[in-house]
């Protein structure tokens, strides 16, 4: 295997004309240039240099040799300086994927931040709901995934890093005027007989587990991943619903009443990535701003 550090030397030696001569160019001694020389000559399986008089001159093999050390000397050079950006956050790329409600409330502030401190980091944005997002990290078409859980944590992120960052307890929405708006608390056995407004498949599920749990089969008459529409049909009469904290910060409430739901429903929100990829450290960067995110 043909080494950076002789090619340098041979390059020395080519421009200098003596071993000598390279050995001070380079600030080492002159057996130390020799014995690279002959690694080097032994790597390459043939002859590099040979002597004339006082000065060594290439052979025609150690001509091509140096021909391409410039290039590739230069694009070793290059390569290193470019991975020491990359390890110095003066440069880096960070692929994140997020549910809509994180996109819209935890990624603005921790994406600002970490632009603010290290503004040669590039991050891009996708959304997708777990359990999507998790199959996109695992898959290599992401780096973060921003996801939850309701269930206690079990075996299905085993293989991943997995970066707490809030517990999200759910909320009820009823519309202005219902006979509960002005209630502090309910139980969700008092909205058996209501119509629901129900979110995306996982709060979809979690509902009428919950619903079940409480003697009940909740009557979903709309389904929506969109908060904004689940807020608006709430308001104009049309059925009761349960959303995130995150999700319900994100939206305007008009024409609804929140009101806090017993037993407490949370979702655990994570960040998500793979082992090695929080080593990187634009990765590790931004873990640490969606942490601080969600802190406040």
């Known amino acids: 295997m043909i080494e950076a550090r002789h090619l340098r030397v041979l390059r020395a030696v080519a421009a200098t004309g003596s071993f000598s001569a390279a050995a001070r160019e380079l600030g080492c001694t002159q057996p130390a240039v020799s014995q690279q020389m002959k690694a080097l000559e032994s790597s390459a ?8 008089g006082r000065e060594m001159r290439l052979t025609q093999a150690g001509e091509a040799l140096v021909r391409h050390a410039s290039g590739i000397l230069a694009g070793l050079t290059a390569a290193e300086e470019e991975v020491a950006a990359i390890a110095g956050l003066r440069a880096g790329r960070v692929r994140l994927v997020s549910f809509p409600s994180g996109s819209s409330t935890l990624v603005p502030g ?40 309701y269930s206690a944590p079990g075996a299905e992120w085993e293989d991943l890093v997995v970066r707490p960052l809030l517990t999200d307890r759910l909320i009820g929405l009823v519309p202005e005027g219902h006979r509960l708006s002005g209630t502090g608390a309910v139980t969700i056995a008092e909205l058996a007989e209501e119509s629901w407004i129900a979110g995306c498949p996982r709060c979809r599920r979690q509902l009428v587990e919950v619903c079940e749990e409480a003697g009940f089969t909740p009557r979903i008459d709309f389904a929506t991943d969109d908060y904004p529409a689940v807020v608006g049909l709430v308001g104009a009469g049309l059925g ?23 037993p407490a429903v949370e979702r655990e929100i994570v960040a998500l990535t793979l082992p090695d990829l929080a080593r990187v450290p634009a990765v590790a960067a931004t873990l640490d701003r969606l942490f601080l995110a969600a802190a406040r």
């Open 45 to 52: 399986g043939t002859t590099l240099l040979i002597r004339t």
């Open 110 to 149: 921790a994406l600002a931040a970490l632009r603010a401190a290290h503004p040669g980091t590039r991050v891009s944005l996708v959304e997708a709901e777990p359990p999507r997002s998790v199959e996109m990290l695992r898959e290599g078409d992401c780096d973060i995934a921003l996801a939850f859980r």
């Open 240 to 262: 009761v619903a349960v959303l995130p904290e995150l999700a319900i910060e994100s939206v305007r409430t008009k024409g609804v009443r929140t009101v806090t739901v017993e």
